[in-house]
């Protein structure tokens, strides 16, 4: 596999070449700092793109276009990376040999198209699309609290902190979406093309100097912008006195959240350490959490914990009945206890270290797993998978409790569901 990569000025550009797979896959990624009051209208704006667009206006034509392509997929994503508002959109497409001359090239102007050839008309986005998705983004606000294990994590993040990117609603909110006309969507898709970050990964088999002439010839951001705000967030002092709260919902089971602050992680232990910590606390069906409280007592329909290295954040979750709540967070409580006082074994240990390696070879089986990694490494500054490889063996059993001495339980938020 060879990774080069090419300054083209205004974005950089990843070419990947590698003939494992039979397919190309070309990933545009934008990102800018995220502000609250613009997550409603970049949302509808991005359901517009992927949607309709000049010369596919309707969503049947977009579709036929991609099956006339040889079935090439088109897709799109949103998230959060700590202060950053993180997207893409992404074509795969067969390789040119195994169609048609021509054929990728077709698949990457459709792309090219999907994002800078919108569907306007006198300064304004297509009217009956945009009331499609107005609708449905109106919908999917509106329904949050209907999925109580998204509602519970919103509303725990909420409670952390409530000022911090880490508890924005990433759905939006329906007062924003009501300001949104086919007129301002318009307005904010221009500052999104001058002022968002973009970055180009190419995976597959390719020559480099065609693939980074035809990258030029359909992408072209006019303006030069760098990045000088950091993608982790600022460490919170946190509380002084655990906060909890139970919040009542009209279902069958309820919903533990127990948000948990990292302070003062070194390089080394935010990279490796924490992610074998996690493993043996709760990141399987052999973690600590899943063998004693759901296992061994019965008191859970589930329970994991993952760690948002960005948001200085461990979160642990569990489906529970109401009259197990008090015994759950007791367990929850003794187990953390027990990681810092290095009650794990050696096999624990072990265990989790092939896990995390079994992870890492599952990487190299996926082109977007491959180029999300690319993607890390070049953003956030995170280690190339042999590196990973060769440093996550090193990790100790006097490691894992010194970072277990660094995680500190912030909030326990329950949505308790009360329906008989």
């Known amino acids: 596999m060879e990774h080069v990569v090419k300054d083209l000025g205004n974005y950089k550009l990843h070419l990947i070449k590698t003939d494992k797979f039979k397919t190309i896959r070309m990933k545009l990624f934008f990102y800018s700092p995220i502000k609250k009051d613009e997550i409603t209208i970049r949302n509808f704006l991005i359901g517009m793109l992927k949607v309709t667009n000049k010369k596919y206006p309707t969503k049947r034509e977009l579709a036929l276009k991609c099956q006339d392509l040889y079935a090439c997929g088109l897709g799109y994503d949103i998230t959060r990376f700590g202060n950053f508002y993180n997207y893409y959109f992404v074509i795969d497409a067969l390789e040119d040999k195994y169609t048609e001359k021509g054929n990728f090239e077709k698949c990457v102007e459709l792309l090219s198209d999907v994002i800078y050839n919108p569907n306007v008309t006198d300064n304004k986005f297509d009217e009956k699309y945009f009331n499609i998705i107005k609708h449905d983004a109106t919908l999917s606000i509106n329904s949050i609290k209907e999925n109580p294990n998204v509602y519970s994590r919103i509303r725990a993040l909420e409670e952390m902190d409530n000022d911090s990117p880490l508890s924005y609603r990433m759905v939006g909110n329906i007062d924003d979406l009501n300001k949104i006309t086919p007129e301002n969507l318009y307005e904010y898709y221009e500052k999104v093309m001058r002022e968002d970050y973009m970055d180009i990964y190419v995976i597959g ?216």
């Open 205 to 420: 088999n390719f020559q480099f100097d065609e693939m980074e002439e035809l990258v030029k010839k359909y992408f072209k951001q006019k303006i030069y912008k760098s990045n000088n705000k950091p993608f982790k967030l600022d460490e919170y002092k946190g509380r002084v006195k655990q906060k909890e709260i139970i919040e009542e919902n009209d279902t069958n089971q309820s919903n533990l959240v127990i948000g948990c602050r990292i302070k003062n992680l070194t390089d080394f232990e935010l990279k490796y350490v924490i992610n074998i910590y996690n493993i043996i606390l709760g990141g399987g069906s052999n973690s600590k959490l899943f063998q004693n409280i759901r296992e061994k007592n019965s008191l859970c329909y589930y329970i994991h914990s993952v760690v948002n290295k960005l948001d200085n954040l461990m979160l642990i979750r569990a489906g529970i009945t109401n009259e197990n709540y008090q015994k759950v967070v007791k367990l929850v409580k003794e187990e953390l206890k027990n990681m810092k006082k290095g009650k794990f074994t050696d096999k624990d240990i072990e265990n989790a270290k092939q896990l995390y390696l079994s992870s890492l070879d599952e990487i190299e089986e996926s082109e977007d797993d491959i180029v999300d990694s690319y993607y890390m490494m070049d953003l956030l500054g995170v280690d190339d998978i042999e590196t990973k490889k060769k440093k996550i063996v090193t990790v100790t059993k006097e490691d894992i409790e010194k970072v277990s001495h660094k995680i500190f339980i912030d909030t326990i938020y329950m949505l308790e569901g009360v329906k008989e």
